[in-house]
């Protein structure tokens, strides 16, 4: 696959000057001379150069390039330049485009364009088109089925390598990889693998089946794309194949599918784990209102949250009446409490998501963030008791409150931020909602408790 535009696409710089000599092509109408240029050029980079343009020349440029190297320029495109385009070629035109992208690629294609051009185009592609893009469709989003393609090379066990070989020139043209070859039973179940540089250094007459690899590694069509891209990262493979319930071959993935996955999912959890729904569109081309829509539920929840701190406020009223210098540390107490429990959550979130940790390592979690807490929080009392005595000059008995208070806070919050996520984990929910926004509305709880209750006690003793 390909593609790269939407979510997907990684941000452009401004290339204006590079392109200098292309728009002075597009001004003088020397569209032969900027034909044979684009023709050399690397596909992204033309894809950036028809963006820069104004949308008629763009459409004219776009009409100038080779049939050979269109379909791959338009796969690179933002999805607004490219409905653009699709909107204002012809129905001939926009059909072939469709017809010579990737399966994968025109799937998302149609995902994402307008209906009334979905319908345009699936009524002028070809039949084998129409079939393929059915097929991707069918699969549930983000699973293993929606991101594969189906153009790949299959053998037979009974072929020799020579017609291996012929068999590969005739498809492989058209197929999304050619380094690696699945070799197929006659119900199409998958049994082997036999890479290209290997049948090339074999003797013409040697058997398919005597020389396939038959260790296959395998997706089902329905595995989650994050689960997808583990897999990729445990077997440094650059292509898998991809199976369905009987083991026969559907299509497969490829490394730059994968690619595309972990940003997408990074992407996600960076959303989830600041309090925002996740969003399919860049920051740019979202309006004004769907960001307010994305951010707002989870304001208003926190918010809500939040309102238990005030209570706990309230109910120590009393206490901070008696000692107001106590009131000056509450922020500093909340926000290290906050910054410790966000450390021990994005750590244990990464260490999820790449496989490292598991629920069944959860006591040596705790034991291991214990002892990182407890050093922690002595060092940080510790510069903290100093600024204490000798910088805002507070009594010996309120310096222990606050220090007592800091080291107990950064234990519990370590302990909460990285219990949570793995419970999360355990009861089938994202680990990255339970990150910064719950852990630190949590910490600020357990911190103005902890510090009262400390306060009350050892000032009530010695008052």
């Known amino acids: 696959m390909t593609r790269k535009n939407g979510r997907f696409k990684l941000h452009r710089m401004d290339r204006k000057d590079e392109f200098r000599e292309l728009y002075e092509l ?59 385009m699709l909107q204002k070629l012809s129905d001939k035109d926009a059909a072939s485009i469709v017809n010579n992208l990737m399966a994968d690629d025109a799937a998302d294609l149609m ?12 009524a002028n592609a070809s039949a084998e088109t129409r079939r393929d893009i059915n097929h991707l469709l069918r699969y549930p989003e983000d699973s293993a089925g929606s991101v594969m393609t189906v153009e790949y090379v299959d053998l037979k066990e009974d072929l020799t390598v020579k017609q291996a070989i012929d068999r590969i020139r005739k498809i492989g043209i058209d197929s999304e990889t050619i380094n690696i070859c699945y070799v197929l039973d006659s119900k199409r179940t998958l049994v082997g693998t036999v890479a290209l540089r290997y049948l090339l250094l074999m003797d013409e007459d040697e058997l398919i089946g005597d020389i396939m690899h038959e260790n296959v590694v395998s997706i089902h069509t ?102 107001q210098m106590l009131t000056a540390y509450i ?19 990464r260490g999820l998501s790449l496989g490292e940790v598991d629920f069944k390592d959860l006591l040596k979690v705790l034991w291991k963030e214990s002892r990182v807490a ?37 234990f519990l919050a370590k302990l909460v931020g990285s219990t949570l996520p793995m419970i999360a984990k355990k009861l089938g929910f994202d680990p990255a909602v339970m ?9 600020d709880a357990l911190s103005l408790l902890i510090y009262f209750m400390i306060a009350t006690h050892l000032l009530d003793m010695t008052s």
């Open 331 to 349: 922020p500093m107490l909340m926000d290290t409490g906050g910054n410790a429990g966000s450390q021990a959550s994005v750590t244990i979130i």
């Open 222 to 323: 329905l595995t989650d794309q994050e689960e997808v891209a583990k897999v990729f990262m445990k077997y440094d493979f650059t292509s898998m194949p991809v199976v369905d319930n009987e083991n026969r071959l559907v299509g497969i993935i490829t490394v730059d599918d994968v690619v595309d996955i972990m940003e997408e999912e990074a992407t996600e959890d960076m959303e989830k784990m600041a309090a925002i729904v996740p969003s399919d569109k860049p920051y740019m081309k979202n309006s004004v209102f769907e960001i307010w829509k994305k951010r707002m539920p989870w304001l208003l929840l926190l918010m809500v949250s939040a309102t238990f701190t005030g209570r706990i406020i309230m109910s120590f009223e009393g206490a901070l009446d008696k000692y």
């Open 26 to 84: 597009a001004d003088t109408k020397q569209y032969t001379r900027l034909r044979q240029e684009l023709a050399e050029m690397n596909d992204a980079d033309v894809a950036t150069f028809l963006e820069s343009m104004d949308e008629e020349e763009s459409l004219k440029t776009f009409r100038i390039l080779p049939k050979s190297m269109a379909a791959d320029v338009f796969s690179y495109l933002e999805i607004e330049h490219q409905t653009m």
């Open 374 to 410: 407890l050093l922690c929080g002595m060092a940080l009392s510790a510069a903290n008791f100093l600024k204490l005595l000798f910088f805002d000059r507070v009594s010996l008995m309120v310096a222990l409150v606050v220090c007592f208070t800091l080291v107990f806070v950064i």
């Open 435 to 443: 990150a910064s926004p719950f852990i630190t509305t949590i910490v």
């Open 111 to 122: 995902e994402e364009m307008p209906a009334n051009i979905v319908k345009k185009l699936l």
